[in-house]
């Protein structure tokens, strides 16, 4: 069985720095790009950022960008975001998401972790 | 950047047709998806490559894309549809989310 468990969030002062985690298990971590999704409280989905299975490229929302960093560690099936210099916009349940293994160009997220919770206040 | 656009709510009756639609450029040429959120979870892909079903998505949900335009058709409609509703597309290595809607049973 396919699982995703993130952990990590909790509450963090404007400027502050964070660092998600997102444990795998249940399927070859090293052959899937994986994601960070986010959803503010009450609001929609919002694509934060990708990466490629071995790591070797890596894509960003806009307004993250030079701020979040995601990586991942293969040998211990999980994928990280590194969140610098917060926002109060930041505040959200972030999800950690697996791409499928051949989505060629239909690129979509077969599972979701839970959520944890960032919220970004002083 | 591309956005994705969709109906704030739509509402229809048990047993009903409910059409969810999402709009963006040419959004004809990509390949659009569906996500169904309820309150408290995760989202659940229920259409993939415009018009695929996941194994377990009941088959009263169909996908088509064209144009500008990817719609979400649920036939015969029942009270457990009633969710958020997101389309999702990939554009240039990025993914974007419409602004989702909410479908009403009543």
């Known amino acids: 069985e396919v699982q995703l468990v993130e952990s990590g969030g909790g509450l963090v002062q404007p400027g502050g720095s964070l660092r998600l985690s997102c444990a795998a298990s249940?399927?070859?971590?090293?052959?899937?790009?994986m994601n960070w999704v986010r959803q503010a409280p009450g609001k929609g989905l919002e694509w934060v950022a990708n990466?490629?299975?071995?790591?070797?490229?890596?894509y960003y929302l806009d307004s993250v960008k030079g701020r979040f960093t995601i990586f991942r560690d293969n040998a211990k099936n999980s994928l990280y975001l590194q969140m610098d210099s917060l926002r109060a916009e930041d505040t959200a349940v972030y999800y950690c998401?697996?791409?499928?293994?051949?989505?060629?160009?239909?690129?979509?997220?077969?599972?979701w972790g839970q959520g944890t919770l960032v919220t970004v206040s002083s | 950047s591309y956005e994705l656009t969709q109906p704030p709510s739509v509402s229809v009756s048990p047993g009903q047709t409910a059409s969810i639609t999402c709009s963006g450029d040419?959004?004809?040429?990509?390949?659009a998806c569906w996500y169904q959120q309820k309150p408290g979870q995760s989202p659940v892909v229920v259409i993939y490559?415009?018009?695929k079903r996941p194994s377990g998505i009941p088959e009263r949900f169909s996908g088509s894309n064209s144009g500008n335009t990817a719609t979400l058709t649920i036939s015969g409609t029942q009270a457990m549809d009633e969710a958020d509703y997101y389309c999702?597309?990939?554009?240039?290595?990025?993914?974007?989310f419409g602004g989702g809607t909410k479908l009403t049973v009543l």
């Open positions: 490559q415009d018009n």
């Open positions: 998401a697996r791409a499928p293994i051949d989505y060629g160009d239909s690129y979509y997220f077969d599972y």
């Open positions: 249940g399927f070859t971590f090293s052959r899937y790009c």
């Open positions: 999702q597309a990939w554009d240039s290595g990025t993914v974007v």
């Open positions: 040419k959004l004809g040429n990509k390949y």
């Open positions: 990466i490629k299975y071995d790591g070797s490229e890596e």
